[in-house]
């Protein structure tokens, strides 16, 4: 990786700071060439940081490090795009972003969707939980719930009232999670199979 740390008087590049699992962009800071070795070296974020005049590992005092994921430089070789596994919010001031947005994706809501099947999963003594009621039934009954909301998908795909194919969508998904969880399964473990044949293509 080539980086022109010369092409500025003062020796800093740009560093775009992005959650390696959202996308979502949580800063923008300034590396020099030294502060950028010791982030390889310590795979934790560091930047120069122009107020303090110093090199300022993120989270040295908050302990919300910035944990490396990947660097890439642009097609200038003067701008860094670093990927990275915050912990803990990002901004000083206690938000996921410097922008004060937060740092979710649809991804994470299916994780706490699992999260809450798992639940339901472990405690199947709840009376009051569909879900356990079905965990209750065993293997097949969760099966056959699932062909029935496939079916029922197929067939409003076949009308022209989106609502209730979305609807049904849903209903499908929900209950294709916990069929995952009832075979000891989670949807990572689809993605990292279709992450593998996309790799192949």
Not at 167 to 183: G, P, T, V, W
Request: hydrophobic residues 35%; glycine residues 4%.
């Amino acid at each position: 990786m080539k980086i022109d740390f010369n092409k500025n008087p003062d020796g800093l590049v740009p560093a775009v700071i992005q959650d390696a699992e959202t996308k979502n962009v949580l800063m923008l800071g300034y590396m020099n060439e030294e502060a950028f070795r010791k982030t390889q070296e310590t795979q934790k974020v560091t930047f120069f940081s122009r107020s303090k005049q110093r090199l300022w590992t993120k989270g040295e005092e908050s302990g919300n490090f910035l944990h490396l994921v990947n660097m890439q430089v642009d097609c200038d070789n003067d701008t860094l795009l670093v990927l990275v596994k915050p912990q803990g919010p990002t901004c000083h001031k206690g938000t996921d972003t410097c922008w004060g947005e937060k740092n979710v994706s649809e991804m994470s809501f299916l994780t706490q969707l699992e999260t809450v099947i798992s639940d339901r999963r472990s405690n199947p003594e709840n009376e009051k939980s569909y879900v356990a009621s079905l965990f209750r039934s065993g293997i097949n009954k969760i099966a056959q719930k699932v062909g029935e909301e496939a079916v029922e998908t197929v067939i409003e795909a076949k009308d022209d009232n989106d609502d209730l194919f979305l609807n049904e969508s849903a209903d499908l998904l929900f209950h294709y999670l916990i069929l995952l969880q009832a075979k000891g399964f989670t949807l990572a473990d689809v993605i990292e199979i279709l992450k593998s044949r996309h790799s192949r293509k």
